[in-house]
Nanobody, 119 residues
Framework: HVQLVESGGGSVQAGESLRLSCTASEFTDSTKCMGWFRRTPGKSREGVAAIDADGITAYGDAVNGRFTISKDSTNNTLYLQMNSLKPEDTAMYYC??????????????WGQGTQVTVS
């Protein structure tokens, strides 16, 4: 059972950048498709970015053009580069592995989350 640990969250000013990392206990067939999601209080989990086994990426409309997802198989780490951050990007960010795409229901393993606050 893969374990995921996020890091890199923090508090920044609008317009600044952050890079989130998600380290997996292992990269196997179960981690071929991975994604980043976020949740704010009172809202459902939102798909931010996803990457499949072939490196094909998908992004939510709210972050397209500002965020970049990438994966480094040499160190079992998933990244989310977040540029031009806006206050509305404030949320708890989670990484997950599953079937792929931006629908949270398609993912079966989740990290504990890392908080991003933009003011």
């Amino acid at each position: 059972h893969v374990q995921l640990v996020e890091s890199g969250g923090g508090s920044v000013q609008a317009g600044e950048s952050l890079r989130l990392s998600c380290t997996a206990s292992e990269f196997t067939d179960s981690t071929k498709c991975m994604g980043w999601f976020r949740r704010t209080p009172g809202k459902s989990r939102e798909g931010v970015a996803a990457i499949d086994a072939d490196g094909i990426t998908a992004y939510g409309d709210a972050v397209n053009g500002r965020f970049t997802i990438s994966k480094d198989s040499t160190n079992n780490t998933l990244y989310l580069q977040m540029n031009s951050l806006k206050p509305e990007d404030t949320a708890m960010y989670y990484c997950a592995t599953g079937l792929g795409g931006l629908l949270p229901d398609l993912y079966h393993a989740w990290g504990q989350g890392t908080q991003v606050t933009v003011s």
